[in-house]
């Protein structure tokens, strides 16, 4: 599975962004629960926002609740994430990944329970 992110860039604090995830292996976001993920240098990666398979049921690192929405387009295979409010603190190499589960109600949040992984779209902030 391919994961391809693309909306990253440079804002200004309070500014948006809305990244993008996108596969070309159909139905892969109908079937697999997916997350974004964000590392900056010398750190560990860090959930940020995931969604279930269904679409139902989504979870937020307490840093981003409230200001960034994950969303999901099956039709399009396409995963993204509406980021507002940007801070300096947000600016980081950002992350899709997906995780094969069967439960769709089912909401991935650390990086060892993703089994496949985008290259990464970087987003910087400046105050």
């Known amino acids: 599975v391919e994961l391809v992110e693309s909306g990253g860039g440079s804002a200004q604090a309070g500014g948006s962004l809305t990244l993008s995830c996108a596969t070309s292996?159909?139905?892969?976001?109908?079937?697999?629960?997916t997350a974004w993920f964000r590392q900056t240098p010398g750190k560990e990666r860090e959930f940020v926002a995931g969604i279930s398979w269904s679409g139902s049921n989504t979870d937020y690192a307490d840093s981003v609740k409230g200001r960034f929405t994950i969303s999901k387009d099956n039709g399009n295979n396409t995963v993204f994430l509406k980021m507002n409010w940007l801070q300096p603190e947000d600016a980081a190499t950002y992350f899709c990944a997906a995780r094969l589960d069967i439960n769709p109600s089912m909401v991935a949040t650390t990086p060892s329970a993703m089994d496949y992984w985008g290259k990464g779209t970087l987003v910087t902030v400046s105050s």
């Open positions: 292996i159909r139905h892969t976001f109908s079937t697999y629960p």
